[in-house]
């Protein structure tokens, strides 16, 4: 069965760094996207990057210039680096990952991950 597990979160103060981990595990024969998703109290789940199979990134908005997703396929591991982090980034994170598995192809969520910036 596969499952997806973030660790990395924490509190850091205003302009520090934190660098988020997502890892896959179960028989897994091929990611599509990967993803990393952030929500808010009293607010909706937002997409902050996006890295694809050939390795293309995309970035919200609100993170571009700050945040780097990459990905190293032999730990079959996703990675957010938050670079000058600011209050409003506090959220729980969630990875989201498109696997094709023993299972079949499946969209699968990790349990997310708290990140408070706070000083």
């Known amino acids: 069965q596969v499952q997806l597990v973030e660790s990395g979160g924490g509190l850091v103060q205003p302009g520090g760094s934190l660098r988020l981990s997502c890892a896959a595990s179960g028989i897994i024969f091929a990611f599509n996207a990967m993803a990393w998703y952030r929500q808010a109290p009293g607010k909706q789940r937002e997409l902050v990057a996006t890295?694809?199979?050939?390795?293309?990134?995309n970035y919200g908005d609100s993170v571009k210039g700050r945040f780097t997703i990459s990905r190293d396929h032999t730990k079959n591991t996703v990675y957010l680096q938050m670079n000058s982090l600011k209050p409003v980034d506090t959220a729980v994170y969630y990875c989201n990952a498109e696997i094709l598995s023993a299972e079949g192809f499946g969209d699968y969520w990790g349990q997310g991950t708290q990140v408070t910036v706070s000083s």
């Open positions: 890295i694809n199979s050939g390795g293309y990134t």
